[in-house]
């Protein structure tokens, strides 16, 4: 899935296949497209094992933590920082 912004930035469309230049290039066909989910300069949004193949890695380049409305952003960011934080060693 990718961002109108980076569709219409790239003049893709439904269907159409694409490369996405990634350390390993990798072809993609668009499936669906969304809003810029808070990046103004747009999103592509992929499963794990795309991702994984097309970046050679599986380490996420962002995360993205929905809230309960009861919750408290700057506790939970904290404990998401603690969370994510590298393991020793």
């Known amino acids: 899935m990718l961002s109108k912004a980076v569709a219409g930035e790239h003049h893709l469309r439904i269907g159409q296949a694409f490369t996405l230049p990634t350390p390993?290039?990798?072809l993609f066909r668009l499936a669906a497209l969304s809003t810029?989910?808070?990046w103004p300069s747009g999103v592509i949004i992929m499963n794990?094992?795309?991702y994984a193949r097309s970046y050679a890695s599986e380490d996420p380049s962002a995360y993205n933590i929905i809230l309960r409305p009861a919750s408290q952003p700057r506790k939970e960011?904290?404990?998401?920082?603690?969370h994510c934080a590298p393991l020793p060693g």
């Open 24 to 26: 390993n290039p990798t």
């Open 36 to 38: 810029n989910a808070g």
């Open 48 to 50: 794990a094992e795309d």
């Open 77 to 82: 960011r904290c404990k998401s920082e603690l």
